[in-house]
């Protein structure tokens, strides 16, 4: 089992920055691919960006790319997403997840464990 803990979550203008973070226990970190998902209200769940296990392979949808950054240090069990140039349709709850499998973009079916989302409000 791996436990993921999100953190970072809050309220920012448009235009400005956030950092995510998500912290894991449990299993050896450094052993598995790692993602970040949102989900607005009344929306499906929708992948954010993803990075495999060393950090040499990342990967963004259009939506987010150029905006949104993933990072990992394997020896803090912790995956960031730094986000910046942030608009009011980037508002959702947050999520990241895991996986033993790297996917260049990945369903939320393809990812095994998940932390219970931080909620990232963006003001207009």
């Known amino acids: 089992q791996v436990q993921l803990v999100e953190s970072g979550g809050g309220l920012v203008q448009a235009g400005g920055s956030l950092r995510l973070s998500c912290a894991a226990s449990?299993?050896?970190?450094?052993?598995?691919?790692m993602g970040w998902f949102r989900q607005a209200p009344e929306k499906e769940r929708e992948f954010v960006a993803t990075i495999n296990w060393s950090g040499g392979r990342t990967y963004y949808p259009d939506s987010v790319k150029g905006r949104f950054i993933i990072s990992r240090d394997n020896a803090k069990n912790t995956v960031y997403l730094q986000m910046n140039s942030l608009k009011p349709e980037d508002t959702a709850v947050y999520y990241c997840?895991?996986?033993?499998?790297?996917?260049?973009?990945?369903?939320?079916?393809?990812?095994?464990?998940w932390g219970k989302g931080t909620l990232v409000t963006v003001s207009s």
């Open positions: 997840a895991a996986d033993t499998k790297f996917t260049y973009h990945p369903r939320p079916g393809d990812m095994n464990y």
């Open positions: 449990g299993r050896t970190f450094s052993n598995y691919a």
